[in-house]
């Protein structure tokens, strides 16, 4: 497998993971609140939990990735270790972009508890990029929640799917409210990228720009 092949980019918190739930957990006992207090339906940033009056949300993040081992033990959101391997299976090039690294100092932890994770619900991958601006390292179609996210790739003509949760629910599609229809619109991405059906690159053609 090289560059020529079909490339799907995929944010894994919100999308492969779920985040908000295991943050959830994490939060209440970070907070010393009854889980049921805490809402499910939260925007980005999780304003929700009132979390500010104890330290905001980069401490809780801190807390629960270096003491709770939150990327090594969240679950999957379902179906998404089975249809990324599926879509593997049809030779499409699992790149994973995550932007774990905006915690600082803790980035041997953060890593570690992310290829162990991976690895741990055998989700395939070639490459693992940790960034923040993911429209730079290419991918035919993106996968993602996060609503800045979503928006800045789609600002920058990349093809972009919005993984469903309560954080991006104004967003405009194209969308997937499950892995199983993201298995069904990365797979007629595909076939429209091999039959050149349609121009799905807008200028993001990792193949075809100079
Ligand atoms: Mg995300």
Redesign the pocket.
């Known amino acids: 497998m090289d560059e020529s092949s079909f490339i799907l980019g995929v ?5 492969v993971g779920d ?1 908000y739930g295991a943050m959830r957990k994490i939060a209440a006992e970070w907070l010393d609140k009854p889980l049921d207090t805490l809402p499910e339906e939260v925007s980005y940033g999780l304003d929700e939990w009132n979390i500010d009056e104890s330290g905001g949300y980069d401490r809780l993040h801190r807390f629960a990735v270096t003491q709770r081992n939150l990327f090594r033990d969240m679950q999957p959101i379902k179906d998404a270790p089975a249809v990324l391997r599926k879509l593997s299976t049809r030779g499409i090039r699992i790149r994973i972009i ?2 774990r690294l905006f915690l600082k100092y803790s980035h041997k932890t953060s890593i570690t508890q992310t290829v162990d994770w991976l690895d741990s619900y055998d989700i395939p991958y070639w490459d693992l990029c940790f960034m923040a601006d993911k429209g730079a390292v290419g991918a035919h179609v993106y996968i ?3 609503p800045s ?1 979503v928006e800045r790739l789609r600002a920058q003509g990349c093809r972009t799917i919005v ?1 469903s949760n309560s954080t991006n629910r104004d967003l405009p599609g194209p969308r997937a409210d499950n892995w199983l229809e993201v298995e069904r619109l990365v797979l007629e991405a595909l076939e429209e990228w091999r039959t050149g059906t349609v121009d799905l690159f807008e200028g993001m053609d990792v193949n075809k720009s100079v």
């Open positions: 944010d894994l918190d919100g999308v985040f995550t932007h993602d929640d996060a996210n993984f």
